[in-house]
């Protein structure tokens, strides 16, 4: 009896040491060069460390920032692509990942119902959203892909988003 | 008299020749801008401008008496006999002015408020129910998302003080100069109006009110010849009107657009 016990635990704790050096470390990525870096979370990503996506994606998005360029954009697209392809991320996670950051349109303002119903009754939250996307849009536009011209673009649109807004929802509510 | 009518009577004047403009220019996909709505501004316009057109010659003629109240050094002489009569000649052209503006502001208030009703009708259907807020985005950002040029689009807001009239032909030659416009800027325009329109019903009707009370107010004082402070404010204000607002300058200038070829598009991109 004393026997199997012996077994039993010299099995589970050579199970549990084999487990504990098996796991990935998730560190990130210790190259400044997107492309290495991007290799680098990529191969992590691969090995089991798929729930820090988005600390990574930060960290590739700190990392382009010290070398700004237009190419950027498409570095971080083919990263995007290549997530889903391998089934890490959604085609919808990756282009909220994508135009949240690299395109002029808000994804704050998805949504399948009209304004007057809908919009209209959270519009102090839809352009909460809003401002918080255009900081994320000043951060992947400008300051990583130097789309100065995106980033005004995005700025603007956003201000004539809470005008139009502003006398659509007016008008709504004279309706009721 | 608060400087925000000003706008309300430039963008009117604007829209009036805007958007006569822009309909016979091109047909919108949305109709923000039924030709009901085109005669209303129209006719707001006309009427803004006759105001303009009656309220300068008073203005002008305040402006002289008041420089000769001061030459006289009337100011800390009131009692005087000269000066009283000065006074009192001061006050009939400001009673004059607050006539004009009292026979002018029914009809301003008429076609406001319709062209307001209107607006908010056309706002409502075309922005508020027939789109969600991802197809209002797209409406308003055009087909071209990265592409469309700040220059494009006519900015009504952050107007600069300048003469009503020369305010009015220069929205004129922006909108002559523009070319066909696309739906994004119809709802900008439609909006910024309408907005306008809005506050300015609230202001117009708060105004005549007002009128009433300073009317009766300066005919108490034509018995003793007083020139009160309200008075000189209130000329100002309609001088700010007509002339323009020295504090409020023009916009500052946007940032420099950016020298990156947007040539690279993301699959992702939506």
Known sequence: MNKITVLLTLLISSLLASCASNQPSCEGPQSRNLDSAISSVQASLMNGCVGHFDRYYDELLNIAEGDPKPENKRAFSEFLVWATDSGLLSKRQAEENYNRYFNVKFMSLKGDYNNCSHTCPNKQRVLMNMEQELSDKERGLMRVSLDQEGYYRADRLYQEVELVLEATCTACSAGR | ?270
């Not at chain 2, 008496?65 to 100011?75: F, G, R």
């Open chain 2, 1 to 270: 008299m608060n400087t925000r009518r000003l706008s309300f009577i430039i963008t009117t004047c604007a829209a009036a020749l805007l958007c006569a403009e822009l309909a016979s220019a091109n047909t919108p996909t949305i109709r923000l801008f039924p030709t009901t709505v085109v005669e209303d501004l129209r006719q707001t316009g006309n009427v803004a401008r006759d105001m303009e057109t009656g309220l300068q010659e008073v203005i002008g003629q305040l402006d002289q008496q008041q420089q000769l109240y001061q030459e006289s050094k009337c100011d800390g002489a009131e009692n005087d006999a000269g000066c009283q009569r000065l006074a009192r000649q001061i006050g009939a052209t400001y009673l004059e002015m607050l006539t004009i503006m009292e026979e002018r502001l029914p009809d301003m208030e008429h076609t406001v408020n319709n062209t307001r009703v209107s607006l908010e009708k056309s706002l409502r259907n075309e922005l508020g129910k027939k789109m969600t807020p991802w197809t209002l985005q797209e409406t308003l950002i055009g087909s071209s998302s990265t592409s469309t040029s700040a220059a494009a689009a006519p900015t009504l807001r952050g107007r600069s003080g300048m003469r009503l009239s020369e305010r009015f032909k220069n929205y004129y030659q922006l909108v002559a100069t523009s070319g066909a416009k696309g739906d994004q800027s119809l709802a900008v325009l439609a909006s910024d109006i309408y907005l306008d329109m809005e506050e300015t019903s609230t202001l117009i009707a708060r105004t005549r009110q007002e009128i009433a009370r300073a009317t009766l107010m300066e005919q108490l004082n034509q018995s003793f010849g007083i020139i009160t402070p309200e008075m000189m404010e209130v000329v100002g204000g309609v001088k700010t009107i007509l002339f323009g607002d020295d504090e409020s300058a023009a916009a500052v200038a946007g940032p420099p657009p950016g020298s990156i070829e947007q040539a690279y598009r993301s699959p992702l991109e939506q």
